[in-house]
T-cell receptor, first 115, second 117 residues
């Protein structure tokens, strides 16, 4: 069974540029999560989708971050414009049902460097 | 307020030593879930165990064991006879109920375990 796929794995951009990350969850998983992980820290939830619906997005900085999950499968996370402080690893995870007791399956992450 | 505290930033041991990773959590919910994940150098977090708040039974899986104590709000993880392949960052996480069925999994800062040959 294929795991969670993320691309690109690495991205280097200059500040004020836009950037997008893509995630393909495990087939059949209804729930998709985007996390931000700063160096030396644990993942912090940005947004959670159940199918196409964003059900937990209170921690997403909506002035510059946006996300979508069309057709309830793949998802894209966008930052526009990027700031120096956005340098981090962006993790995508999926789970089968979406309950808070669900095991999450994580992708390898996208490491973003903003210069 | 930090809801999941992993006070040990880094632990260094020699192979075959036993090691315990501490996790203390804070919640007002009576129903919640606790998790441990492993993050090897490759970066992908890997699920290790889940416990719900009503199940305080300790669990053993091979060289891994977990001690859940509600009285002290702790969910500690012990690796027996550590191996070099156990070197990774280990995260403890908490999922509690939010309004309207929402929930935000909260991760600790992680403990970096280094096992020397």
């Amino acid at each position: 069974e294929a795991g969670v796929v993320q691309s690109p794995r690495y991205k280097i951009i200059e500040k004020k540029q836009p950037v997008a990350f893509w995630c393909n969850p495990i087939s059949g998983h209804n729930t998709l999560y985007w996390y931000l992980q700063n160096l030396g820290q644990g993942p912090e939830l940005l947004i959670r989708y159940e199918n196409e619906e964003a059900v937990d997005d209170s921690q997403l900085p909506k002035d510059r971050f946006s996300a979508e999950r069309l057709k309830g499968v793949d998802s894209t996370l966008k930052i526009q414009p990027a700031e120096l402080g956005d340098s981090a690893v962006y993790l995508c995870a999926s789970s089968q049902v979406g309950g808070r007791g669900d095991e999450q399956f994580f992708g390898p992450g996208t490491r973003l460097t903003v210069l | 307020a930090q809801k999941v505290t992993q006070a040990q930033t880094e632990i260094s041991v020699v192979e075959k030593e036993d090691v315990t990773l501490d996790c203390v959590y804070e919640t007002r919910d009576t129903t919640y879930y606790l998790f441990w994940y492993k993050q090897p150098p490759s970066g992908e977090l890997v699920f290790l165990i889940r416990r719900n708040s009503f199940d305080e039974q300790n669990e053993i899986s091979g060289r891994y064991s977990w001690n859940f104590q509600k009285s002290t709000s702790s969910f500690n993880f012990t690796i027996t006879a550590s191996q070099v392949v156990d070197s990774a960052v280990y995260f403890c996480a908490l999922s509690e109920a939010g309004a309207g069925g929402s929930y935000i999994p909260t991760f600790g800062r992680g403990t970096s375990l280094i096992v020397h040959p």
